[in-house]
């Protein structure tokens, strides 16, 4: 089965860190997403990227939080500086075609705690 | 904006019916799915409704009203591994190459299914 790749699947980091996570999406998949999903605010939007391009970030913290795309099989989000707020399940999610029957696919998760 | 409403808990008795529902305000509107999430895991898509109606997907069974601005997830025969998070989600874009496209979840409804 095909499948959405993320790594760290978990990550402790001290407040002030930069964290990284990585995401390959599914071969082919030309649209990617990046969600936060914590008890308080269920599964938030944070950017997502078609064809590589981001179309939407503004979900985002932006003046911590960034998320690129360097190549096809290959999506970022990094937080710098991380800070407590920030603890939360990140995923990553592909899609091929929207708007139709696909769904979209998500990788398992980074679960990120910082103290 | 976007708002999704949907029951916060259900608790069914493992061979029953249970019907999960969701009501959806939204600024456009281009399908409603549903995603499964079990403790710990990645959310996972069940199906999708463009069209009102009723889908098909063996025990699982998804509508739609859009004049109603109303969905719901039906799953018969219920088992214990039936037990997880569901969640209804709307897309607000069109799959092109410019427009948004983002999917906005609800804040899950969480099925239990007791013996």
């Known amino acids: 089965d095909a499948r959405v790749t993320q790594t760290p699947r978990h990550k402790v980091t001290e407040m002030g860190q930069e964290v990284t996570m990585r995401c390959q999406p599914i071969l082919g998949h030309n649209t990617v997403f990046w969600y936060r999903q914590t008890m308080m605010q269920g599964l938030e939007l944070l950017a997502y990227?078609?064809?590589?391009?981001?179309?939407?970030d503004s979900g985002m913290p932006k003046d911590r939080f960034s998320a690129e795309m360097p190549d096809a099989t290959l999506a970022t989000l990094k937080i710098q500086p991380s800070e407590p707020r920030d603890s939360a399940v990140y995923f990553c999610?592909?899609?091929?075609?929207?708007?139709?029957?696909?769904?979209?696919?998500f990788g398992s998760g980074t679960r990120l705690t910082v103290v | 904006g976007q708002s999704l409403e949907q029951p916060s808990e259900v608790t069914a008795v493992e061979g029953a019916i249970v019907q999960i529902n969701c009501t959806y305000q939204?600024?456009?509107?281009?399908?409603l799915s549903w995603y499964q999430q079990h403790d710990g895991g990645a959310p996972t898509f069940l199906s999708y409704?463009?069209?009102?109606g009723l889908e098909e997907t063996g025990r699982f069974s998804s509508f739609l009203s859009r004049s109603d601005s109303y969905g719901y997830l039906l799953l018969q025969e219920l088992q214990m591994k039936d037990s997880a998070s569901y969640f209804c989600a709307v897309r607000d874009g069109r799959d092109d190459q410019t427009g948004a496209n983002n999917l906005f979840f609800g804040t899950g409804t969480r099925l239990t299914v007791i013996p």
């Open positions: 939204t600024s456009g509107f281009y399908g």
């Open positions: 409704n463009a069209l009102d």
């Open positions: 999610a592909s899609a091929l075609r929207t708007g139709k029957s696909d769904g979209y696919t």
């Open positions: 990227f078609r064809n590589r391009a981001p179309l939407d």
